[in-house]
């Protein structure tokens, strides 16, 4: 991979180990994946999870002294206060992963937004913008529904990209990467978002990972949740970072013949009876609930009101949790007068915080009920069960206490 001299005397060492660091990593994957050179990226999002694997190359990186250079943002990890809102004990070792978490972004310099979704509220690239987003539902949704342009990150690439403000060109930043090579005819009406997310599970579990969808049959635009669940559930089942939806998206709509854009003759048709399946076998049998979890990826300001409305005046029943997981930038929107509403009625609205913590440990055990077959996935993990369904039958369940 061809390097400029400034670029080789970042690789020798001359702004420090730290950067020197970042720039072997990105220098390693772009001669793996045979890039020609490295190229600029204009912001980054780095999908650290307060765990020791992702933190082993972040304070390696900040204790050499690296600092970000372009706009880096950061997955959710936990928010403190919630051990003692739960009465939750966690381990040492477990508060000590937080604690470095933070120490780590502070060091870096990174934008401690603590979303899986910050492109959703704040952090909106152009189309054509090259940049390095780590995160299941991140990558996908800024390939797919901006048209800018990442590779599926790890958190450590994407950091590496982030302190060096370069990332190698290849995979999708190459244009001719991006045009789809299969087909996939949706045979059934999408009823909500809850459908999409099962589609993109469904597709995930059968797509290659270098496989790029072009999807036909959905007559009704779709919303940004449900662009964001079909995105992070097809790269949480598998592994497809971008996908062309018929008259929608905008690469699908800037190409005037989409069918002889399509590359080779693979072809998927999906019908309800798959998604009813799929359904079937991820969620465990009916039963007495004790939790509700929204929000994986982060819920937004519309999903939050709607379950207020869904709620009216009833109140969640009192041997449930009703966690919805959103960013603190969506809390602080949604005013401390609507949250205490909110909690009036049983409904906990938690910044910060991803489903897959330790601080989540009070549920585990039980059923729950969930709109998210992420969360189900790794919850399953903690030893908890779920039954997946809309945010409508989510709402109810949690009134009636059971599913
Ligand atoms: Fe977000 Fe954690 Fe789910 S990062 S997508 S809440 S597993």
Known sequence: MYLSREEEKILEGESGEGFATAMKLLVALGEMFDAD?????SRAHWAVSGQEGDLFFAEKLANFG???????????????SLKDIFNVKVSDYE????????AASDKLGVIKSFSCTPYLYKDVPKIGEHVAFSESSATPYINSVYGAMTNRESSSSALAS??????????????????????VSVNFKIKNDFDLGLLGWYLGEILK???????????????????RDFG??????????????ENFTPEAKSVKEPSTWIKGDQKITVNE????????KFSSSSGKINSVYMGCPHSTIEEIIKVNNLLGDRKVKEDVQFLIFTSATNMKILGEANLKKLAGKGVYVLRDSCVDEPVFKFTEGGLGVTNSLKAAYYRKRRNQEFVITSIENCVEASVRGYI
């Open 37 to 41: 050179k490295l190229i600029d990226v």
């Open 95 to 102: 508060l000590s992963l937080l604690d470095r978490t933070i």
């Open 66 to 80: 690296a600092k970000t250079t372009v706009p880096t943002t950061t997955n959710p990890a936990w928010d403190i």
């Open 232 to 245: 992070a559930m097809m790269n949480t089942s598998g592994a497809v970072s971008l996908f062309h939806i």
């Open 273 to 280: 009876e798959d998604i009813n399946l799929l359904k079937k």
């Open 162 to 183: 982030g302190v060096i403000g370069k990332t190698p060109n290849y995979g999708l930043h190459l244009k001719e990467n991006r045009i789809p090579n299969v087909l």
């Open 209 to 227: 990972p270098d496989d790029v969808p072009f999807i036909e049959g959905i007559d009704t635009e779709p919303s940004p949740e449900a662009l």
